[in-house]
């Protein structure tokens, strides 16, 4: 526990759930685990904005969940569009071409998302996409929604013990019991890698029965990539 490893493996049927839960026969096993592998990198690609007078807002996929019956695909697929960036002049240019994204709703996105992962498949099959948009106040437990809110503005350029991602934890401490987070690389535009931690609260490590959810994501910064890792203690006790 010491190396604050993925918590998600430990524990399993405790108090997580399986993302993909579906039956098969032995010989094809290995090909529905790579169609499911697809369909988690294709969705979770997907790059949408919406675009208002003064702000950008993007498309942030928080969960993903697949079933499978004999012919059918369900995918549970909650979404928000909570990551804003201000717009600048030199972004006029860029942002032209995603005006179209503004008249466009998120159904008619996913539906075609759904008929192109229909091609990507061994076997055709009829792939139903549920999508559930997720309002301000569940994203504030959310811990795939806090770690890529962190890495976004680590790439932005801003420092990790500053008064914005403080207000991020302080804000997730409020409904949960305690939330800790990991940082580690070259941050704050140092010359030799380290890490450092943010901690509020409890976060029992050394229990399994304890209802612990972790985040992972990457960001991408001129100085190299950091790892972010986060653990949230929540109130509730639901498995997910």
């Known amino acids: 526990m010491g190396q604050k490893a993925n918590l998600n493996g430990l524990h ?3 108090t997580k759930d399986w993302n993909s839960a579906w039956y098969s026969l032995p010989f094809e096993y290995s090909k529905i685990v790579h169609e499911d592998f697809l369909l988690f990198k294709f969705l979770r690609s997907l790059r949408i904005y919406k675009i208002t007078n003064k702000k950008v807002s993007f498309l942030n996929i928080v969960k993903l969940r697949i079933c499978r019956t004999s012919l059918n695909i369900l995918v549970e697929l909650h979404f928000s569009f909570g990551i804003r960036l201000k717009r600048k002049k030199r972004q006029r240019v860029f942002f032209k071409k995603w005006k179209k994204w503004k008249k466009i709703k998120i159904f008619n996105v996913i539906n075609k998302a759904a008929s192109t992962i229909n091609s ?9 996409i549920v999508s559930l948009k997720l309002s301000f106040f569940q994203l504030k437990d959310e811990v795939n929604f806090i770690t890529r809110k962190i890495a976004f503005l680590l790439e932005n350029r801003v420092k990790f013990r500053s008064r914005l991602i403080k207000k991020i934890i302080l804000e997730t401490k409020k409904s949960s019991y305690g939330i800790f987070v990991l940082c580690s690389g070259r941050f704050n535009g140092v ?8 901690s509020k609260g409890s976060v029992p490590f050394q229990s399994l029965q304890k209802n612990i959810h972790y985040g992972f994501a990457v960001a991408n910064t001129t100085k190299g990539l950091l790892s972010v890792k986060v653990s949230v203690f929540k109130k509730n006790y639901v498995i997910t």
């Open 120 to 128: 990507l498949l061994y076997f055709k099959q009829n792939i139903h």
């Open 191 to 198: 010359d030799r890698a380290r890490h450092d931690f943010i």
């Open 12 to 14: 399993l049927c405790l």
